[in-house]
């Protein structure tokens, strides 16, 4: 009985101390959500375009694998991600405490700060963008106040939102008592609600608002409120890939770090935000 016990430990030493074989990935198909121009979206020939997209080729050319783009709707996208449906999500998606316990996530690539969205008409455009980044979760009274400031401005107006987003958790925690809050599936819908008057003000991040401003309604709207960081909204945005892919993990780490080191991300940010959203 002892040595069979003893032989036993052994086998789970074995087991615990010998890690999974490394896959050898030549081919990787990516997850995107192209309702979100400038940083994915198709052009009228159904042709993918947009930062993430040009930031993907490079990323796939660096790690040196085939790499196939698909599109995939917002709300489904991590549970398609799980399913095995792609091996990765390039999608302005925001490295999260709460998706973090579900997935896991390569190296920041980009990072925006959040922002408000108005008709240039409306009351609330006289919220006057600030110049200063404020985060939510160490930037003290300074924070404090610009957040007990939009309680006050914001009181009783209808903000959109895209659903499933740190920004929804976000207005519930801090506006929830004072504003109606409308969740859409893809922002391109809350777009056309604010154009057309249906909301008073959409929250998301700067870098997407900005590419708004370039649409066809864009000339009536403008970007307004602080500038706002950190706590759920997380610490810039990441490559999904699902916690078992530790190998991938590591190929996307080594290109984002090379692409960012060489100019590359801001060359690309540049190309199609006007400024620079990698991660200082």
Same mark, same amino acid.
């Given at each position: 009985?002892?040595? #069979?016990?003893?032989?036993?430990?052994?086998?789970?030493?074995?087991?615990?101390?010998?890690?999974?074989?490394?896959?050898?990935?030549?081919?990787?198909?990516?997850?995107?959500?192209?309702?979100?121009?400038?940083?994915?979206?198709?052009?009228?020939?159904?042709?993918?375009?947009?930062?993430?997209?040009? #930031?993907?080729?490079d990323l796939c050319g660096r790690m040196k694998v085939k790499c196939e783009?698909?599109?995939?709707?917002?709300?489904?996208?991590?549970?398609?991600?799980?399913?095995?449906?792609?091996?990765?999500?390039?999608?302005?998606?925001?490295?999260?405490?709460?998706?973090?316990?579900?997935?896991?996530?390569?190296?920041?690539?980009?990072?925006?700060?959040?922002?408000?969205?108005?008709?240039?008409?409306?009351?609330?455009?006289?919220?006057?963008?600030?110049?200063?980044?404020?985060?939510?979760?160490?930037?003290?009274?300074?924070?404090?106040?610009?957040?007990?400031?939009?309680?006050?401005?914001?009181?009783?107006?209808?903000?959109?939102?895209?659903?499933?987003?740190?920004?929804?958790?976000?207005?519930?925690?801090?506006?929830?008592?004072?504003?109606?809050?409308?969740?859409?599936?893809?922002?391109?819908?809350?777009? #056309?609600?604010?154009?057309?008057?249906?909301?008073?003000?959409?929250?998301?991040?700067?870098?997407?608002?900005?590419?708004?401003?370039?649409?066809?309604?864009?000339?009536?709207?403008?970007?307004?409120?602080?500038?706002?960081?950190?706590?759920?909204?997380?610490?810039?945005?990441?490559?999904?890939?699902?916690?078992?892919?530790?190998?991938?993990?590591?190929?996307?780490?080594?290109?984002?770090?090379?692409?960012?080191?060489?100019?590359?991300?801001?060359?690309?940010?540049?190309?199609?935000?006007?400024?620079?959203?990698?991660?200082?």
């Amino acid at each position: 009985m002892k040595s #069979l016990l003893i032989g036993l430990l052994g086998a789970v030493a074995m087991s615990v101390a010998t890690p999974a074989p490394a896959k050898d990935w030549t081919d990787v198909v990516i997850g995107m959500d192209l309702s979100y121009k400038p940083w994915s979206f198709t052009d009228s020939d159904g042709t993918f375009m947009g930062f993430e997209v040009d #930031l993907a080729n490079d990323l796939c050319g660096r790690m040196k694998v085939k790499c196939e783009l698909t599109s995939q709707a917002w709300d489904s996208i991590i549970p398609s991600l799980e399913a095995g449906k792609f091996d990765a999500i390039i999608a302005g998606m925001a490295i999260t405490p709460k998706r973090l316990e579900v997935i896991d996530f390569s190296s920041p690539y980009a990072d925006s700060p959040r922002v408000l969205l108005t008709l240039k008409d409306s009351p609330y455009a006289k919220l006057a963008l600030s110049d200063k980044i404020f985060d939510i979760e160490n930037g003290g009274d300074e924070a404090k106040q610009q957040i007990e400031m939009l309680r006050t401005e914001l009181k009783g107006a209808t903000l959109g939102v895209l659903t499933a987003t740190a920004n929804v958790k976000f207005i519930e925690t801090y506006l929830g008592d004072v504003v109606e809050v409308r969740q859409y599936k893809t922002a391109e819908q809350y777009v #056309l609600d604010l154009a057309a008057g249906r909301i008073d003000v959409a929250l998301d991040n700067l870098a997407y608002l900005g590419g708004v401003l370039t649409g066809p309604d864009g000339g009536d709207m403008v970007i307004v409120g602080p500038k706002l960081s950190g706590g759920m909204f997380g610490v810039g945005r990441g490559v999904g890939l699902r916690k078992s892919d530790t190998d991938l993990k590591a190929l996307f780490d080594k290109a984002i770090e090379e692409a960012k080191q060489d100019g590359t991300i801001a060359k690309i940010s540049d190309k199609w935000f006007g400024v620079n959203v990698a991660p200082q």
